[in-house]
C-alpha cells in the first residue's frame, strides 16, 4: 500500500512569489493536516482538514491557505513568501478524525526561499 | 496557546532504559502523542495516550497524568536505531502541538 505522498520533494522560490505544494493521503484515510518544520524544531500545525473542510488553524498569517478536494488529496498554498517560510512542510493523513487517531507522515517538501 | 518543554537531548548507552519526559499546558487537552523522527525523515507514531496510566507497546512505553500536565516515554532495551529526535505532542480536538523534540544519543 503507498503511504502518503507529497509534491513536489523539492522547491526553490524567491521572495514575494507563491507556492503551492501537493499531498495524497493513504487510501481510505479523510483527515489531512499540514505542518512546517523548521530545522531543529518540531512540526508547527497549520491546517486540519476532515472530510473536506477545514477543521483546526494553527497560529499562521492569511498568506497560508489550503483546501481538501473530493478524493481527499490537499493542496497547501502560500502567498507573498518571505525568507522564514524556508521549511520542511510535512502532510500527515489520518483515517479518523487526526485528534483520536494515529497521523501518518509524508516525506515533507523542502522549501528554500532565496 | 500552549507550552511545551522536553530536554533538548539525552544520551544512553545500548541496552539500557531511558525515560524522555514532557509537560505541556494547552489550552484543550484530547490526548497525548509521541513520535519518532529520524533525521531527515518524517516522523512516526510511537504511541498515544488519552487517560491517566501507562501504555505499553514492546520495548517502548508511555505514560500520562492529566491533571499535571507531564507524560513521559520509556524506552527499554535500547539499540543503536533508537537515536533519533522523540516528540512530544499533545493535542487538543482541532489543534495539534508539537514540542520541539529530545534527541537521543544511543552510544555502544
Known amino acids: 500500500d503507498a503511504g502518503v505522498t507529497q509534491s513536489p520533494t523539492h522547491l526553490i522560490k524567491t521572495r514575494g512569489q507563491h507556492v503551492t505544494l501537493r499531498c495524497s493521503p493513504i487510501s481510505g484515510h479523510k483527515s489531512v493536516s499540514w505542518y512546517q518544520q523548521v530545522l531543529g524544531q518540531g512540526p508547527q500545525f497549520i491546517f486540519q482538514y476532515y472530510e473536506k473542510e477545514e477543521r483546526g488553524r494553527g497560529n499562521f498569517p492569511d498568506r497560508f491557505s489550503a483546501r481538501q478536494f473530493p478524493n481527499y488529496s490537499s493542496e497547501l498554498n502560500v502567498n507573498a513568501l518571505l525568507l522564514g517560510d524556508s521549511a520542511l512542510y510535512l502532510c500527515?493523513?489520518?483515517?479518523?478524525?487526526?485528534?483520536?487517531?494515529?497521523?501518518?507522515f509524508g516525506p515533507g517538501t523542502r522549501l528554500t526561499v532565496l | 496557546g500552549q507550552n511545551i518543554d522536553q530536554p533538548t537531548e539525552m544520551t544512553a548507552t545500548e541496552g539500557a532504559i531511558v525515560q524522555i519526559n514532557c509537560t505541556y499546558q494547552t489550552s484543550g487537552f484530547n490526548g497525548l502523542f509521541w513520535y519518532q523522527q529520524h533525521a531527515g525523515e518524517a516522523p512516526t507514531f510511537l504511541s498515544y495516550?488519552?487517560?491517566?496510566g501507562l501504555e505499553e507497546k514492546g520495548r517502548f512505553s508511555s505514560f500520562l497524568s492529566r491533571s499535571k500536565g507531564y507524560s513521559y516515554l520509556l524506552l527499554k532495551e535500547l539499540q543503536m536505531k533508537d537515536s533519533a529526535s522523540y516528540l512530544c505532542a499533545p493535542q487538543d480536538f482541532n489543534k495539534f502541538y508539537f514540542g520541539s523534540g529530545t534527541k537521543l544519543n544511543v552510544k555502544p
Open positions: 495516550n488519552v487517560l491517566d
Open positions: 500527515a493523513s489520518s483515517q479518523i478524525h487526526a485528534s483520536t487517531g494515529e497521523q501518518f
